[in-house]
């Protein structure tokens, strides 16, 4: 029994491995189409503008008309809204005229098209636009909480930051006030914290309303890896999740935290440093993105490469332009074509394309 177990458990992760792909939306001249990891058209160049896959399905548009198609470029919905945005949750926002509803993936509306404005449905609700007021909506075009704000975010962690006259508050699915409005700027909550300003000073607030860290701070971002970088002044430094300090303000900008470091500025050079606010990689770069897989695109002189977390060129710098490796590549340009390398800087797919996005898996 427990053979035929594992040999069952292992015949659906194969399964499940080889029914997923990864696609990328690329441009040849002015048409867009899809490509495999080979760099092989999958969707032939045929329109005028893509989206990502989501869902199984991508946003495409002809002849000024957005339609949907499946992985192998069949039509699934036939291109007849004015715009549409991504499925999420199962259903896609779509634009008719001057009015936006919502479609589930046989093209069949759910939410007749009846509001100036939406956002995509975020646990279970979706924020729109009706007679110039913010409400939310659910999937059947229920109203959950009626328009009557003058902005409204999408729910996090069962609250959304929602504007009302000239402050910010939090309301529950049920448009009830948990947090009253109070506040200057409110973000999206995040592992139980948001971020707050409060007559001019950023702080965190716990999805109570009470004040975590005390609105003090000039600027904030959110969370990553435990700390946030808050500037003080003209200086930016970085606290734990209870407002203490773990690297006081010092530089001139910060990122966040990704992959244990941090990039920083001082002057006009960027470097790394880790948690404890040491130098892993002296300041030397005009320009650089986060570490994501390992390493991080960095721009040196007018060019970009990628570096390793000691500092050593992986990739010397050669590119006009270079998003980040997911997955063991990452998307270069070269005179002005792009295509996509590997840790050795090694071609994988030539650059060819007028313009291109990062692969995405498809199921």
């Known amino acids: 029994m427990k053979k035929f177990l594992l040999i069952f458990c292992l015949n659906l992760f194969f399964i499940s ?3 997923q792909q990864y696609i990328a939306r690329a441009r040849l001249e002015k048409e867009w189409g899809y490509i495999d990891q080979n760099g092989s058209w999958i969707i032939n160049p045929q329109f005028e503008h893509v989206h990502d896959f989501s869902e199984g399905l991508a946003a495409m548009r002809k002849n000024g008309q957005w339609g949907f198609v499946d992985k192998k470029g069949a039509y699934i919905i036939n291109p007849q809204f004015d715009d549409a945005k991504d499925f999420t949750e199962g259903l896609a926002a779509v634009k008719m005229g001057k009015e936006w509803g919502f479609i589930d993936k046989n093209g069949k509306y759910v939410i007749n098209p009846q509001f100036e404005d939406v956002s995509d449905f975020h646990e279970g609700l979706a924020a729109m636009r009706k007679n110039g007021q913010w409400g939310y909506v659910d999937k059947t075009g229920k109203y959950s909480v009626n328009p009557q704000f003058q902005k409204a975010q999408d729910f996090s962690e069962g609250l959304a930051a929602v504007l009302k006259g000239k402050e910010w508050g939090y309301v529950d699915k049920n448009g009830t006030w948990i947090i009253n409005p109070q506040f200057v700027k409110a973000f999206p909550f995040k592992d139980g914290l948001a971020l707050v300003n409060m007559t001019g000073d950023f702080g965190f607030i716990d999805n109570e309303g009470h004040i975590v860290i005390n609105p003090q701070f000039d600027d904030a971002k959110g969370f990553s890896e435990g700390y946030t970088c808050i500037r003080k002044g003209k200086e930016w430094g970085f606290v734990d ?15 966040s ?3 244990g470091l941090a990039a920083v500025r001082v002057g006009k050079e960027w470097g790394f440093i880790n948690k404890s ?11 650089v993105r986060d570490f994501k897989d390992g390493y991080a695109a960095v721009l040196k002189g007018k060019e970009w490469g990628f ?3 000691q500092g050593k060129f992986i990739i010397n710098p050669q590119y006009e332009h270079v998003k980040d490796f997911t997955n063991g590549r990452a998307l270069v340009r070269k005179n002005g074509e792009w295509g996509w390398v590997d840790t050795h800087g090694t071609y994988l797919i030539n650059p060819q394309f007028a313009n291109a996005y990062p692969f995405v898996k498809v199921d």
Not at 244 to 254: E, G, S, T, V
Request: glycine share 6%.
């Open 17 to 19: 491995l080889f029914s």
């Open 241 to 255: 999740n209870k407002g203490n300090y773990i690297i006081n303000p010092q530089f001139l900008n910060a990122n």
């Open 257 to 259: 935290f990704s992959e």
């Open 277 to 287: 606010g040491k130098y892993v990689i002296n300041p030397q770069f005009v320009k």
């Open 307 to 309: 570096v390793d977390k």
